[in-house]
Nanobody, 112 residues
């Protein structure tokens, strides 16, 4: 069973940047970053295939970038031009998500 560990969250002012990391204990063919804001459903914001093909939710396109290091089984989410509405707990998981892969997530808080 693959274990995923997210890190890199924090508190940042609007317009700032953060980089999240997701370390996987095994191979995941398609890896995604999800987020869940208070009172909202979890949503997929970006994903990447092993071949490097990426896709983004409209709300983050042009501001976020997902990239990976296959040798380290690590996927990153570079988040720029952050907005208060980006505040959420961010998780990584396979796409489609595997229930047993959900980790604790990492909190991102963007202040206005």
């Amino acid at each position: 069973q693959v274990q995923l560990v997210e890190s890199g969250g924090g508190l940042v002012q609007a317009g700032g940047s953060l980089r999240l990391s997701c370390a996987a204990s095994g191979r995941v063919n398609v890896m995604g970053w999800y987020r869940q804001a208070p009172g909202k459903q979890r949503e997929l914001v970006a994903h990447i295939t092993k071949g490097g093909v990426t896709n983004y939710a409209y709300s983050v396109k042009g501001r976020f970038a997902i990239f990976g290091d296959n040798a380290k089984n690590t996927v990153y989410l570079q988040m720029n031009s952050l907005k208060p509405e980006d505040t959420a707990v961010y998780y990584c998981n396979a796409v489609p998500p595997v229930y047993d892969f959900w980790g604790q997530g990492t909190q991102v808080t963007v202040s206005s």
